[in-house]
């Protein structure tokens, strides 16, 4: 990941599943990027427990507010939802939010703790729109909306991550309940992926049987700013940092 940092020129990064509390991912974070001369900011919301979750908002600009957390404090949700407010160029707000949804599996209460999640989002993101000038939702949401976000996407229909009621919240966040536009999606077109995770087993990676499970979820104003997405699929297995590769937007801010 480091190689990766120090040669994209990102302005703003948004981490999931960090795993590691704030001194540490400062300490790794500013290691990785010494050669560069940046002095990022970074604020991270830690999970409840020691090891898990984590998300975190690493920019070159300084936020001007950072805020932690939605939903009502269950603590198997902490460390998922970060969002930090930085002012444009022409004095609007671009509320950044990165997201780490549940991986659920059916049957269980991780499941429940996903679907309660996804109902927290559901209120979330249209009083985030209301209020605020433009909003960037970033994460891995661990849900393929759409048969094309899924390779084998017959085999997962009764899966964590490809249920057809997981599915209906996206509907709603990328319909016109919620108004957001699926940014990766609305360049890229109707095609298979691009997938942005590759299971560790079997030949999954060099097959390409991968799933679209990471999001770039803007307003429309901001959304027609998008102008570029890249999936950074790492050219080999054994050049993998992470099962998921960074999915990358570049956006013509003001």
Do not use: C
């Amino acid at each position: 990941m480091g190689e990766w940092l120090a040669e994209r020129d990102v302005d703003v990064l948004a981490l999931q599943e960090v795993r590691a509390d704030e001194a540490i991912l400062t300490k790794l974070i500013t290691e990785m990027t010494a050669s560069t001369g940046v002095d990022w900011h970074i604020h991270e919301q830690e999970a409840a427990a020691k090891g898990r979750a984590g998300v975190a908002i690493v920019s070159r600009s300084a936020p001007t507010e950072v805020r932690a957390g939605i939903g009502e404090a269950h603590p198997e949700d902490q460390g998922r939802w970060v969002e930090a407010d930085f002012t444009l160029g022409d004095g609007s707000i671009l509320t950044v939010a990165s997201v780490y949804v549940h991986s659920g599996e059916v049957g269980s209460i991780k499941q429940d703790h996903k679907m309660r999640f996804l109902e927290y989002m559901r209120h979330h993101l249209p009083e985030l729109a209301r209020t605020r000038d433009h909003v960037l939702v970033v994460g891995d949401l661990n849900v393929g909306h759409t048969e094309l976000d899924i390779k084998n996407w017959k085999g997962n229909v009764k899966n964590s991550g490809f249920l057809p009621e997981e599915r209906a919240f996206f509907d709603g966040y990328f319909g016109e309940e919620g108004g957001y536009v699926d940014v990766a999606r609305s360049l890229a077109g109707p095609v298979e992926g691009p997938y942005t995770w590759w299971s560790y087993r079997g030949k999954a990676f060099d097959n390409d049987t991968g799933w679209r499970i990471d999001y770039q979820m803007a307003t429309p104003a901001l959304a027609a700013l998008a102008h570029n997405a890249t999936v950074d699929r790492a050219l080999d297995y054994s050049l993998r940092w992470s099962d998921h590769a960074p999915l990358v937007v570049d956006y013509r801010l003001p």
